[in-house]
């Protein structure tokens, strides 16, 4: 196996159990003898020491500043069984959670939950790798080569480890690096059940229904985005229940409709879900329908959320309760400074447009943007507008989203719900 020596000094974060190597700590390189090239295969297992010959780990070579991502620490090689063992420890966590106590039999007809985060990448020791899990099927997304080259072993140990799951769908066409030589397919079932198999168009997955919390959603993982559904925002769509009962309600960056949903069933007087793109939307209307086949109160809209906020309060509309959550406007830190103007300026549209007494939840699930500077964001927002705001609640990700306490920049969601006077 290739190993890695790191310059004198630099094991320290490794010691504390931070998965990440930088390419500048790298000392030298010592390629095992199958290499052809200078330097390690991308997506390659490589054993990781100190200057001073200490065992550090082992982990997953890739190209560019992260060089290699940690998957074992004090180990040379990866233990036996080790996929099977963090799949069972992580499905473990869900069971302690409540997420996952369905079984094989049940899965299509549980009351009350079917879906949910099963790897959290960096959160469950495994980086580079998501899998979500919506009843029967799970859905895997690699993040780096080294999870692509390992897909097939972790979807064996996914189907040994957690009963509900019966299919197996692979999605990373948006998620590996671009520019590396990448064997095999990035998308594709992996596993498939007598279900899948007899589907007459391969590439549908619409026929796939998952539960939360007792609402029922389709997802569509191979059209959708990310892997189909935003599991993240479940904790936070159940408070959105609990305010929503005789409000208007506006859910904007709406997506499946998840806020719209809950608000619905929180009893809202009206529900507007808005989303950019007419997929999400035709998605919303049959959600809103399998769930409540006789609402009249929902109605869902294709627009831009600048242009539609504009025109609204050009007519002067105005709402109970606003569901902001956008995309990420910070894909990475050298955007920070425009998303921090982006989420005052949508939050300033939003507020301007609540009535005295009403509620904004308000969220950032960039990465890069931290809890601070989103909330002074929010803060410009209500000062530009000259409301005032009070904060009821401080949201984030949710517990199958775990945040891995050696690597902090697990973190990304976080929201915050408003009282506007
Ligand atoms: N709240 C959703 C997730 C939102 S994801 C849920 O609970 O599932 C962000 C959504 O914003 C995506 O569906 C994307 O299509 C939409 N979007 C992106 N840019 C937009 C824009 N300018 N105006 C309106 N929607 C936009």
Known sequence: MTTIFLKPHKEESLKRFHPWVFSGAIGRVLLDTTHKGDAPEEGELVAVYSAANEVLG?????????AVR???????????????????AAYRVRQTLGLADVQRDNVQSTKENNTFRLIHGEGDFLPGLIVDVYAETAVIQAHSVGMHVCRKEIAEAILAEVPQVQNIYYKSDDTLPFKAPIEGEKTGWLVESQKTASLKDKSRSDEFWSVE????????????????????QRENRALVERYANGKDVLNMFCYTGGFSLYALRGGAKTVDSVDVSQKAIDLVNVNVAKNFPAATNHTAVAADAFEYLSAQKAQGRTYDLIILDPPAFAKHRDAVKNALRGYQRINAKAIEMIRPGGILFTFSCSQAVDKEAFRLAVFSAAAQV??????????????DHPINIYHPEGEYLKGLVLFVE
């Open 386 to 399: 000259g409301r005032k705001v009070r904060i009821l609640h401080q949201l984030h990700q949710p517990q």
């Open 70 to 88: 940690i998957l074992a620490f004090g180990v040379e090689q990866l233990p036996k069984d080790f996929w099977r063992e963090r799949i069972r």
């Open 213 to 232: 919390n007792g609402l029922q959603f389709r997802i569509d993982w191979l059209r959708g985005q990310k892997t189909g559904f935003f599991i993240d």
């Open 58 to 66: 082992v982990g997953h070579w890739q190209v560019g500043s992260i």
